[in-house]
């Protein structure tokens, strides 16, 4: 098993993890107890994106000084312990503190994505970052349907054991990496992929052009204003779906609500076999930005076949903006600073999935869970006017990629922003 093919598992597993009970926490608190408040689903929602943000800038700081895969799977033995202690809380206040607490833990495997980039190649972190997509979205497909299915038929303990076992995996194959691939790596595997530097390597202050930092901050609100818009329609999608289409079958549910994922796979297949020939405008930020807007406003429509057709618009979106945006990201870091880089802006993607919980609450208690589509939309096409006129993905993107030649590397560092 390769370095990579572990972490892609290992992602998938997390990725699993998160999705079993996400589309059904508004029937999850209603079934366990007894709470019905749109306000209070999505205020926990909120809570659990100030818990990863807050913890994954501590989580690659403290990567300087314990390796990676050491410091996993001491986290992911005690997310997976807390999600068993969690499906035994009395109360819904105990269940808030020691979930809570499970996803601080969870939160270091987000570092296995800039783990896995300094094992890569450059020009190979297109591939790379669209797997981890493909295994995100089928994960969350698997995440979903099967989340939905346990929490219908045995009940809300079951959903959390589901989710401890995602951990329990997550920790046995660090151990695997950690005393069986580390051995067998070569030399020049070792040199590009370890985390493990000498002390005098881990305490030596870092330095950088200012414009990197101008680059990144730009990206960063980017990155913001695109998921806030992305997530404000996914707190409450089961239940809108269920209000449209009353098959009462929480597993078709699932299935809907990962649509998406299913969208990501083709669009993996398709990126590969034909964008990098032709038809080069659906690579194109801006149009994505605007296929994505017109599949939100479908489904805000509540007919269920627009419903369908829009999940399928919004999937391709998500995936081609995700990637190009996560790419970016590592075409103007470097792999000193991927780390620290990626902590940042998933603090920023973070913030704007709290901020759209936050929303997504009032929204639906005040004006319905179609207006919420609508708003979304807004924000697909602001974001892309924000694109054109501040930054330029597209733009940033392309240079990046001119800037991992090594004797443009230093040209472009000072060029930044």
């Known amino acids: ?171 046995g194959i660090c151990f695997f990496l950690i005393f069986s691939v580390s ?48 997530y404000l329609v996914r707190p409450f999608f089961s239940v809108y779906w269920e209000s449209i289409y009353a098959s009462g079958n929480q597993t078709i549910t699932g299935i809907v609500f990962a649509i998406p994922g299913m969208v990501a796979i083709i669009g993996l297949i398709i990126n590969k076999s034909f964008l990098k020939n032709k038809f080069r405008n659906l690579d194109h930020t801006a149009v994505n930005l605007l296929i994505g807007a017109t599949g939100l406003l479908l489904q805000a429509s509540s007919s269920p076949l627009f419903v369908l057709i829009g999940r399928c618009l919004y999937g391709w979106s998500l995936f081609q903006v995700v990637v190009k945006l996560e790419v970016t990201l590592f075409r103007i870091s470097q792999p000193a600073f991927y780390d620290r880089d990626f902590a940042v802006t998933n603090f920023f993607q973070n913030f704007g999935v709290l901020l759209a919980s936050f929303a997504a609450g009032y929204i639906v208690s005040w004006i319905g869970v179609p207006m919420s589509f609508a708003l979304a939309a807004a924000g697909f096409i602001f974001t892309a006017i924000i694109d054109r006129s501040v930054f330029g993905v597209d733009r940033h993107h392309q240079r990046g990629l001119a800037a991992h030649q090594p004797h443009q590397q230093k040209k472009f560092a000072l060029e930044e922003g």
Request: net charge positive.
């Open 1 to 171: 098993m390769t370095l990579r093919i572990a972490i892609l598992i290992m992602s998938a597993c997390g990725v699993i993890s998160d999705s079993i009970l996400i589309a059904f926490y508004p029937q999850f608190f209603e079934l366990r107890y007894g709470l019905t408040s749109p306000v209070h689903v999505g205020a926990y929602i909120a809570a659990i994106s100030i818990a990863v943000m807050c913890a994954l800038p501590f989580w690659a700081k403290l990567t300087r000084r314990i390796e990676t895969l050491h410091l996993l799977w001491i986290t992911q033995f005690l997310a997976g312990s807390l999600a068993i202690a969690s499906a035994h809380a009395p109360t819904v206040q105990v269940y808030w503190v020691l979930t809570m607490l499970m996803f601080i833990m969870k939160a270091s495997y987000l570092l296995l994505f800039p783990y896995l980039m300094r094992a890569e190649k450059p020009e190979n972190h297109g591939l790379v970052i669209g797997m981890v997509a493909v295994v995100v979205h089928v994960g969350a497909i698997f995440g979903a349907s099967v989340g939905g299915s346990v929490l219908e038929h045995l009940g809300p303990e079951a959903s959390m054991y589901l989710m401890s076992a995602g951990d329990f995996v997550q920790m």
């Open 183 to 230: 051995k067998a790596r070569t030399s020049e595997e070792k040199t590009r992929a370890s985390n493990d530097k000498t002390p005098a390597e881990k305490n030596e202050k870092l330095t950088r052009p200012a414009g990197a930092w101008i680059a990144l901050a730009k990206l960063s609100g980017l990155m913001l204003l695109f998921d806030m818009s992305a």
